[in-house]
């Protein structure tokens, strides 16, 4: 679990620091991802064409945390990692409770790195 846990840090890191080359290395080259707006990219070209003009430009000053709360193995080779995303303000206050709720399906490569294949991100909304 350790090492599923590293890959969401790793998000983390790569989001905070904008970074699409650090995003994207995260990713099965066949993967594919819904964003909180529900955008579909498929495969890898995609993903990395919509992170390319996204991630760096984005101008929000806080900081989003990252936190598996849940890991669930489908098969020894395959997780659903469910994910707390916290969106802070610059000052480092949560952001109005604004949250996000990810899930990772992710798979084990035969060099024993875990890898994002199938992702959706969805968007929490208060009441």
């Known amino acids: 679990m350790a090492a ?5 840090a790793a998000v983390e890191r790569a989001q905070h620091a904008k970074d699409p080359d650090a995003f994207l290395a995260l990713f099965h080259p ?3 991802w ?4 529900g ?7 995609a993903i990395a064409e919509f992170t390319r003009a996204v991630l760096p430009a984005a101008t929000w000053d806080g ?3 990252y936190e598996p709360v849940h890991i669930q193995f489908l098969r020894p080779d395959v997780a659903a990692v469910k994910v707390r995303q916290v969106y802070h303000s610059a000052s480092g206050d949560a952001d109005g409770g604004s949250e996000g709720a990810p ?3 992710m ?3 035969d060099d024993g790195r875990w890898l ?7 968007r929490v909304l208060t009441d």
């Open 39 to 45: 955008k579909v990219l498929l495969g890898l070209d």
């Open 30 to 32: 066949e993967a594919l």
């Open 4 to 8: 599923i846990e590293q890959v969401v």
């Open 63 to 65: 900081r989003v945390t």
């Open 103 to 105: 899930l990772y399906v």
């Open 34 to 37: 819904t964003t909180a707006h």
């Open 107 to 109: 798979t084990r490569q």
């Open 116 to 122: 994002l294949h199938a992702c959706q991100n969805t």
